[in-house]
């Protein structure tokens, strides 16, 4: 069975600090990868998605960035956190062209 | 881009209680998803929706597919105290210049039972 992975679970950062969130696909090839940000506001905004290996559509102009250097890894990035990055940040992935999104655990960011 | 107008935003109930919520859209989808969340952790799929019309229930969940594959609704029957979460509905555009590849996402109703 297929199961996606995302860590860290809980992240602390200060302002101007790096970021580095990774996420895992296992037990399927070829999977559509997405990074959400979900704010107190309890919305989910699209934030990056990746149809193969370093093909990668940013959905808002921000902060971060990511990457895909295998075919079920999935990386979110910042040079520079901002206070406005802090949130929850869920990773997804589906099956190519299905629509069925299946979510990672997610990872709590609190940028200071 | 495209917009999802789910309703209520919240609800408080009482345990034993049915729950109603829907998501109406400008434009037509063809798969309707139906999501929940337990605070601090990922959503997880409920109800997946493929064809105008359909009708599907998961235990005391039931879920539609409006006719116009603009709104799908969710009913909850008989509300117990683990329920209590935020249920998104999300919708997927049919093929089109890659738009198909990215769900729409309801802002989500918050429920709330009292025991």
């Known amino acids: 069975s297929q199961t996606i992975h995302q860590w860290p679970a809980t992240l602390v950062q200060p302002v101007g600090s790096p970021l580095s969130l990774e996420c895992t696909v296992e037990?399927?090839?070829?999977?559509?990868l997405y990074w959400y940000r979900q704010a107190a506001g309890r919305g989910l905004q699209l934030l990056f998605y990746s149809i193969g290996i370093d093909q990668i559509s940013s959905e808002v102009p921000q902060n971060l960035s990511a990457s895909r250097p295998q075919d079920r890894q999935f990386i979110l990035s910042s040079k520079k956190l901002l206070l406005s990055d802090s949130g929850f940040y869920l990773c997804?992935?589906?099956?190519?062209?299905?629509?069925?999104?299946?979510f990672g655990e997610g990872s709590r960011l609190t940028v200071l | 881009g495209q917009q999802l107008n789910q309703s209520p935003q919240s609800m408080f109930i009482q345990e034993g209680e049915d729950v109603s919520m829907n998501c109406t859209s400008s434009s037509i989808f063809n798969t309707w998803l139906w999501y929940k969340q337990d605070p601090g952790e990922g959503p997880v799929l409920l109800i997946a929706?493929?064809?105008?019309?359909e009708l599907t229930s998961n235990g005391r969940l039931t879920a539609q597919f409006g006719i116009t594959r603009k709104d799908s609704f969710l009913n909850i029957s008989a509300s117990i105290p683990s329920d209590v979460g935020i249920y998104f509905c999300a919708g997927q555009h049919p093929p089109s210049g890659g738009s198909n590849y990215k769900l729409t996402f309801g802002k989500g109703t918050l429920l709330t039972v009292n025991p």
């Open positions: 929706l493929y064809k105008a019309g």
């Open positions: 037990g399927t090839s070829n999977p559509n």
């Open positions: 997804a992935w589906s099956v190519l062209f299905a629509g069925e999104l299946f």
